[in-house]
């Protein structure tokens, strides 16, 4: 049986770097597989550390999945929610805007009134004295 250097590692239970430092030190021997990956053979393993455990190897993995109908339907419900909270949102935003613009015309306007001249025509002493008034 043949294992890479991270199995190698948790089958006899000792850190990589353990492995790694054997390795180097040519207490372990490790041969290449065809795509050049390090590999270490289970009689190698019990040579050099004698037992090797390998009931702890493999990882549990899920075999209940949900069904792909129930998580359309999860994700389609989250998405209508998220669609309601948006509209609501750009409602409230768009309510904000037409306030805004409506403040804003009142400061306009307001700002027009006090740059124009708004004094009653004929009301100087110029037109008192030409008897205009």
């Known amino acids: 049986m043949k ?15 353990t492995l790694h430092k054997d390795i180097k030190d040519g207490k ?3 041969k290449k597989d065809g795509k050049d990956k390090p590999y270490i053979e289970l009689v190698e393993l019990e040579r050099v550390y004698g037992s090797v455990t390998t009931s ?4 549990t993995v899920k075999t209940a999945q ?4 129930e998580k359309t ?3 389609l419900l989250e998405l209508q929610t998220k669609i309601q909270i948006l509209e609501a949102d750009k409602t ?5 805007v037409d306030e805004l613009k409506e403040d804003r015309n009142q400061w306009r306007q307001q700002a027009t009134n006090l ?5 009653p025509k004929g009301s ?7 008897g205009r008034i």
């Open 3 to 17: 294992y890479n250097l991270t199995q190698a590692a948790k089958a006899v239970k000792i850190s990589r770097s």
């Open 66 to 69: 949900p069904r792909t109908e």
């Open 56 to 59: 702890d190897m493999s990882e």
């Open 124 to 130: 100087g002493w110029f037109d008192k004295l030409l």
């Open 73 to 75: 339907e999860n994700t």
């Open 115 to 119: 740059l124009t001249d708004q004094r």
């Open 92 to 96: 409230r935003l768009g309510e904000q």
């Open 28 to 30: 372990v021997s490790v």
